[in-house]
């Protein structure tokens, strides 16, 4: 991904936060010749000897595994907040542009058994359930229903590289009382983080 050197986030534990709050990314490879793309959560865990990876499953229908091998490196995109900026919020006259903040992780992929899979699935579904009303376990699920496990496969992506991109309006730090401000008044939640991003900066 293109990043200018002023959107560069080099601070892996903001990144770390980052990939664990906006954890539903893509998941990109080549399949027959062809960029494929899966929208799936990719969680971001320790693996057994310590190294950071992306955990997740996608369906056996999904043609897309099947030349997982075949592959050196994949990419997983994550999209956090975005925002239409107005020139109209600067002092002086300028075209308008996007705020955004992207994070691209490139990684070395393995299939995971079908024991690995349902830890990662029991890791998932109580990460998410944690503040449902009525929380679920796969623990009270039935066997029957378990068994749909053997529809998916699992897999870990290693991690090799991560690029983070955090565009803020870096290059009108007159103008970011008013573009905050601005992004403010909106009432979109998007713009509102893009707005809590610029204060943190």
């Not at 534990?13 to 906006?22: C, D, G, P, W, Y």
């Not at 691209?104 to 579904?125: F, N, P, Q």
Request: charged letters at 25%; a negative charge.
């Amino acid at each position: 991904m293109y990043i200018p050197t002023n959107h560069r986030n080099e601070n892996l534990s903001e990144i770390r936060a980052f990939l664990k709050a906006n954890s539903f990314g893509i998941l990109v490879s080549q399949y027959q010749n062809k960029p494929w793309a899966t929208h799936i959560p990719l969680e971001l865990e320790v693996n057994k000897v310590g190294k950071e990876v992306l955990t997740a499953h996608i369906a056996k229908a999904n043609p897309q595994w099947r030349e997982f091998d075949q592959n050196e490196e994949v990419l997983c995109i994550f999209n956090g907040p975005h925002s239409y900026i107005s020139s109209s919020w600067y002092k002086e006259e300028e075209v308008p542009t996007w705020d955004y903040i992207a994070v691209h992780v490139y990684g070395k992929l393995k299939i995971l058994s079908e024991e690995e899979v349902m830890a990662s699935m029991h890791r998932l579904v109580d990460k998410y359930e944690a503040n449902s009303k009525n929380p679920i376990s796969l623990n009270d699920m039935s066997p029957h229903t378990l068994k749909q496990i053997r529809g998916v496969v699992g897999f870990q992506i290693e991690i090799t590289d991560i690029q983070a991109k955090y565009k803020l309006s870096q290059n009108r730090e007159q103008d970011h009382p008013k573009i905050i401000e601005e992004l403010e008044d909106t009432k979109n939640p998007m713009s509102i983080e893009i707005a809590k991003a610029m204060k943190n900066k």
